[in-house]
Nanobody, 120 residues
């Protein structure tokens, strides 16, 4: 089982920046896909950004050009650099790790979430 611990959330003014960190209990280069999701109360959790061990990345249209996902394999840590934050970015942000299984299945693990609040 992979354990994920998220830090870096907080309160920031619109236009400001935050960097979220997700520390994994295993080598992150062994995890097929790692990503960041966010959820607003009453709404469905949505994918913000993801990356694979092959280096491919994906960003939601709403954050493209503002957010950057990255990995530090030596520290088993994934980051989400968030710049030019907007009030609509306010949400709980969750780290996710997706592992592929030998039977072609997959296992998804979530962090505890960290609150990001952007004031106008």
């Amino acid at each position: 089982q992979v354990q994920l611990v998220e830090t870096g959330g907080g309160l920031v003014q619109a236009g400001g920046s935050l960097r979220l960190s997700c520390v994994a209990s295993v080598r992150i280069d062994s995890i097929y896909t790692m990503g960041w999701y966010r959820q607003i109360p009453g709404k469905q959790r949505e994918l913000v950004a993801s990356s694979t061990t092959t280096g491919s990345t994906h960003y939601a249209d709403s954050v493209k050009g503002r957010f950057t996902i990255s990995r530090d394999n030596a520290k088993n840590t994934m980051y989400l650099q968030m710049n030019s934050l907007k009030p609509e970015d306010t949400a709980i942000y969750y780290c996710n790790a997706l592992r592929l299984l030998s039977n072609s299945g997959q296992v998804s693990t979530w962090g505890q979430g960290t609150q990001v609040t952007v004031s106008s």
